[in-house]
């Protein structure tokens, strides 16, 4: 059993509003949050959708993975050295611990874990 577990699905958009509606009234799910004109969460039942402007957004224009880890730097790493790449190194915001990568396809991924207090 693995200590990853993908918890966010992050999609950009270049109109939060709109992607708010689509998602809230087209598909009825509920708003988790939102942050002002830049950032709002969806909840998908086990998965949260994350609808994010190029102001929050990790990789803008793709389609990126969320995925909580209890050990961001080891995880970067391990993603490293299997041929992937570092987007962002590992680095703490106001809330978690987080690095961006690419897999080694090229695809995006953000390691987090909640800061400890």
Partial sequence: MSDHEVKMIILSTDNLDESIAFYTETLGLPLKFRDGAHFAAVDGGAVTIALATAVDHPIHGQVVVGIKTPDVDAA???V???GGGIVTGPYDDAHERRAVVYDNKGNGL???SPLKR
């Fill in 76 to 78: 970067a790493k391990a």
């Fill in 80 to 82: 490293e050295e299997a």
């Fill in 110 to 112: 953000v390691f987090y």
